[in-house]
């Protein structure tokens, strides 16, 4: 959608308002109280009363802008924002944009918005053909003692390892008539931060985002070891030249990545790189929407983050 759109499809609170509602509506309401799903509609509240016993659900309750005094068409510029753009905006540019004075409901109302994304790419697994490998990412740590050594390469206190698979499959001639195409296709992503490399923690967390039976192609790390039970295991000792060749799209995401947050962000805390991992993931799973603001709309009906300290606007 473009902007000028935008502003024709959505002028003002009540508009963003109503829509808000239509999408709640196709979803379902459910009443927390007696689990009903036939409601009223108040009008003069705002509100859907459960016909059943009465319990009331207001339009945010339930939502990711559940608890949240920001107005609505803050969340709807919000969405259109990020799902406009290739990259995307920080909580200070947008708060600059909208002209409110507080950063800190801002800053929450993007992380429940990526959160939720999150949420929603965590419904289905990766199946097939999938490129496996780890990457380190540059965050900061707020509790890091000041005077201790930073190490460096792969250890230093600096560098979150995050595991990163790519759906690929092989693609046909035809689609790859440039002379320096990749001779994978790329269909879906997920990048997941993980504490350790560890063997155990790698497998408890592969089975979480990969299907069981799955073709796995990945280097000859130990991390990777007790993937044998349950995967189809490609793995080989890779040279830094071959890299794109082996595993074309892992890398490709991972500097895609890396290239979007050094535009946007002065830093990332490592608590929150996973909510920025999100955002990336969302949208690049979903790059040939042409409705991907109203995924986003459906995604934050759908679901509700309660994980970030409530910040009143």
């Known amino acids: 959608m473009k902007l000028i759109e935008f502003r024709e499809h959505y002028p003002d609170e009540a508009s963003c308002r109503l829509t808000f509602k239509q999408y709640r509506e196709e979803e379902g309401i459910k009443c927390k109280k007696c689990g009903n799903t036939t409601h009223y509609w108040k009008k003069k509240r705002e509100q859907w009363e459960c016909k059943k016993c009465g319990y009331r659900t207001t339009l945010k309750s339930g939502t990711v802008m559940q608890n949240s005094k920001l107005p609505f068409q803050y969340w709807f510029i919000a969405m259109h924002l990020i799902t406009s753009t290739k990259k995307t905006f920080s909580a200070k540019e947008l708060q600059r944009q909208l002209g409110h004075k507080r950063y800190e409901p801002i800053w929450a109302m993007l992380h429940k918005l990526r959160l939720v994304m999150g949420m929603r790419d965590a419904e289905y697994q990766l199946k ?106 490609d793995s080989q000792v890779i040279k830094n030249e071959d890299v794109n060749k082996v595993l074309p799209w892992v890398h490709t995401a991972i500097s895609n990545a890396k290239r979007m947050f050094l535009d946007v962000h002065h830093r990332i805390d490592d608590d929150f790189l996973q909510s920025y991992l999100n955002e990336f993931c969302f949208k690049f799973n979903r790059r040939y929407l042409d409705n991907l603001f109203d995924c986003l709309l459906v995604t934050a009906v759908s679901y509700r983050w309660d994980g970030i300290g409530e910040a009143n606007g």
């Open 128 to 233: 097939d053909e999938v490129e496996l490998d780890d990457g380190f990412f540059k965050t900061v740590t707020a509790e890091r003692d000041k005077s201790e050594t930073l190490k460096r390469g792969r250890g230093s206190q600096q560098q979150t390892k995050v595991l990163v698979s790519v759906e690929s499959k092989d693609a046909k001639e035809e689609h790859n008539p440039k002379k320096h195409s990749k001779k994978k296709k790329v269909k879906y992503i997920k990048m997941k931060v993980i504490n350790s490399l560890k063997k155990d923690e790698t497998t408890q967390l592969v089975e979480e985002i990969i299907e069981k039976g799955t073709n796995i192609k990945s280097d000859k790390s130990n991390s990777y070891n007790g993937l044998n039970k349950n995967y189809n295991i």
